[in-house]
């Protein structure tokens, strides 16, 4: 039975495709690893030039308010001008946020990028990726590369810290322990992302077509043969293994599907604390007003707070009027002082831990999307999925699955609900 969230009680972000917190710029489909749930295929030769990612820039000024440009790939950071990259994102005055999985990443590096106007990193980190000396390793293991990196930015100072991971039916058990170990770490990592893994089977349900044409979807890097693991990981799914360890855990806002109103493609939960406790964790409301004052102010949503805002969390506390959940943050903290008095002089850190759960195909063959992807990117001068955008380069557009034996063949209990998820 999968765990009940109700979408009514969060606070549906109000990102859309003109106007959104967050764009996904590719500069590279090159990459230094080779990791399971990766959607680009590897081309060591596929560099973009600058003019070409000028141009991209261009489309998204033309199309786009956006806070944030997640720099990716491939992986960024093996593109010969990366800097420059870098510094042109921040000469528009936009945040280039770069998701790598650090492996290319020393200290002169990042130096260099902080100057040129990096605000963040999103590091790669999971135990399916082919990252050399840490084969084999567990996600508790895994940890301490994740320290290493937190580390390296901390000393650098001023950068957004984020780690994703990609969760798997054999590692979802393992989701709690990355959370736990956030918290001891709330000080210098700020963001957690997990990613339900995605794949489309290609001998299972579905026949794909490019307009009226039947294609062979094996080249495309997210198909596989045969089912050989979760591919239904759902976002409530990743929340519930949360409470097995932080039974209060709470989500606060959400993007939906595009087929399906009630599912959690993005959900983002806000918890405030120390590195020994989590006091709670903030309400819609708190989300609603840090998205609408910044696009008051900026003419645009908010992507990636500064770590100056997060690490002082204790201002915060003063909206406890407006928000249920910073009511309740408050109430713990000042029972906690009760208890220590020393509590009152511990800063107080905001850490935020998103789930994500990519391309959902119903059992009629539609597929549900991210309604309001932050990771549109540029194919063609037009705004494209990035998580499908190997099937732009492939075929021209985008697959439409088409189910083998019709609908109406379809095990009744599938059939009696057209938007259930096979
Ligand atoms: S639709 Fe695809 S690219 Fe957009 S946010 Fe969802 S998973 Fe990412």
Redesign the pocket.
Known sequence: MTLFLDHNKYYRLPWSLPDNAIS?LEVTKACNMYCEGC?RGNNPKGHKPLDEIKHDLEIFRRFRKTDGISMAGGDPLVHPDVVEIVHLIAQNGLKPIINTNGFALNKELLQELKKAGAAGFTLHVDSKQGRPHWKGKTEIELNQLRLYFAEMLAEVGGLSCAFNSTVYGDTLQSVPDIVEWGQKHIEIVHVLVF?AF?AAVLEKHFDYYAGGEKMDMSPIVYSTPEEDQRLDILSNDIVEVIRTRYPNFEPCAY?NG?EKANSF??LLTGRIGTKKNIYGYVGPKFMELAQISHHFRNGRYLAYTKPSVQRHAKPMLLLAPLDKGIWEIAKNYLRSIGTNPLNLFKRLHLQSITI????DILCDGTLS??DG?????VWNDQLV?????EEQIKFGCFMRPVPKRGVQNLPHELRSDPSHEL
Do not use: A, E, H, N
Not at 356 to 359: E, F, K
Not at 373 to 377: H, M, Y
């Open positions: 996904w959607y990613i995605r993007l595009t493609k993005w994500i759960q990519p391309g999307m991210c992807c932050p990771d549109i990117t999925w990035s998580c499908r955008l």
